[in-house]
């Protein structure tokens, strides 16, 4: 559907652009169910699984160094926002404070609500993934995953969980709730892994 909200784009603006995705101007909402609302004080953020269990909470979270990024994001449903800003900790600041173990090869992102979604430890650890809390300046809105939500922009944006809750070390590779699903496992945007019969 091209209309005033979406462009299709002159060309892939030198590799930005990943195949089958369309330009948005504003910043849809994407949600499996409805949106929960809480204080950012009630943000708590588990390891469980094959890691040394430990709690973060907000207070936690805030007193890891803070870092802002921009970067494009891209969703399976063929839309792509460019340059867009969020704050928060570094999931490598993070992962410095916890203890995996080495049988530990994947991560399951649990939200508030029960989505999940998988990613590999090598997609997780990337520098650019950040426990977002702020965008462009402003509080997450509890729509786009506020007061917590993940960020992880080299894949489809289903792989960021809104409203996180949990992370879950893994010795094997799971399906989360879209890969259950039928979506890809991995969800480059540049290979088009958007199902997984691709
Ligand atoms: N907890 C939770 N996280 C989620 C989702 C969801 O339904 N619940 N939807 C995913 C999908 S399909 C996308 S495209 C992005 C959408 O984020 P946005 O609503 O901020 O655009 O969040 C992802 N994270
Ligand atoms: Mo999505």
Known sequence: ML??????????????????????????VLTYGPTPHYAPQDVVVRITGLAQPREFTWADLLALPQTTLTYDIHCVTHWSKLDTTW????????????????????????????Y???????DFTRPENL????????????EHGGPLRLV???????KSAKWLT???????DRPGFWEENGYHMRGDPFKEERYDDD
């Not at 299709?8 to 369309?22: A, E, F, V, Y």
């Not at 426990?131 to 509890?142: Q, S, V, W």
């Not at 992880?152 to 289903?158: G, R, T």
């Open 87 to 114: 704050t928060g900790v570094r999931v490598t600041d993070l992962m410095a404070l916890v203890q995996v173990d080495p049988g530990a090869t994947h991560v399951m992102q649990r939200s508030v609500g029960g």
């Open 3 to 28: 209309g005033k909200f979406f462009k299709k784009p002159k060309d892939d603006l030198n590799g930005r652009i990943p195949p089958g995705q369309t330009l948005s101007v504003r910043f849809p």
């Open 166 to 172: 949990e992370l879950e070390f893994m010795g094997e």
């Open 116 to 122: 999940s979604t998988n990613l590999s430890l090598d």
């Open 131 to 142: 426990l977002a809390h702020t965008y462009e300046g402003e509080p997450l809105d509890p």
């Open 152 to 158: 992880v922009p080299h894949l489809y944006f289903w």
